[in-house]
T-cell receptor
Framework: GDSVTQMEGPVTLSEEAFLTINCTYTATGYPSLFWYVQYPGEGLQLLLKATKADDKGSNKGFEATYRKETTSFHLEKGSVQVSDSAVYFCALSAFSGGYNKLIFGAGTRLAVHP | DTGVSQNPRHKITKRGQNVTFRCDPISEHNRLYWYRQTLGQGPEFLTYFQNEAQLEKSRLLSDRFSAERPKGSFSTLEIQRTEQGDSAMYLC?????????????FGPGTRLTVL
């Protein structure tokens, strides 16, 4: 079945460091891909998405490119801030039977220190 | 756009009790989803509504769980005879009208603790 694999955390960085969180997927068909962020005690917020191969999603300085050849959707940010500390989830969405459901990775915790 | 809301935000109950959670989706969204998230894991799909029709239920949704969306607006998730293994965050999400619109917007969740 469809699945998402993320790099294990926690990822600990100093402020202004470069961030990469790896995400690979297995899916039949051509799913949309998402990154969601979860701050402590809160629900999930959509960070960015990409709907087809070679699309780049971007938001708040974060970027991810849909790579069909490597089945990857790695999250990057050039300069992280303390306020980026959160758990990041990679997810795929595939339509089946007229609706979609999201399949999530286990999440990667990011801790940014001043 | 007021976003997806969920109530209560926290619920503590004793094993064997029944609990009910409510989700109010974004008003123009006809798709509504429930997910369960356990500590350290990503959310897992439980069930899906299109308008008032429940079109899909995960095998995770045992017969102690029931979900409704009576008028195609808000939804409720009830757990009967709660067990300690039901302790989790229950997340509701809603999505837009058109086929092919696959973005889901999540509420803040209801955290259930079963003692």
């Amino acid at each position: 079945g469809d699945s998402v694999t993320q790099m294990e955390g926690p990822v600990t960085l100093s402020e202004e460091a470069f961030l990469t969180i790896n995400c690979t997927y297995t899916a039949t068909g051509y799913p949309s891909l998402f990154w969601y962020v979860q701050y402590p005690g809160e629900g999930l917020q959509l960070l960015l998405k990409a709907t087809k191969a070679d699309d780049k999603g971007s938001n708040k300085g974060f970027e991810a490119t849909y790579r069909k050849e490597t089945t990857s959707f790695h999250l990057e940010k050039g300069s992280v801030q303390v306020s980026d500390s959160a758990v990041y989830f990679c997810a795929l969405s595939a339509f089946s039977g007229g609706y979609n459901k999201l399949i999530f990775g286990a999440g990667t915790r990011l801790a940014v220190h001043p | 756009d007021t976003g997806v809301s969920q109530n209560p935000r926290h619920k503590i109950t004793k094993r064997g009790q029944n609990v009910t959670f409510r989700c109010d989706p974004i008003s123009e969204h006809n798709r509504l989803y429930w997910y369960r998230q356990t500590l350290g894991q990503g959310p897992e799909f439980l069930t899906y509504f299109q308008n008032e029709a429940q079109l899909e239920k995960s095998r995770l949704l045992s017969d102690r769980f029931s979900a409704e969306r009576p008028k195609g607006s808000f939804s409720t998730l009830e757990i009967q005879r709660t067990e300690q293994g039901d302790s989790a965050m229950y997340l509701c999400a809603s999505g837009g009208l058109s086929l092919g619109t696959d973005t889901q917007y999540f509420g803040p969740g209801t955290r259930l603790t079963v003692l």
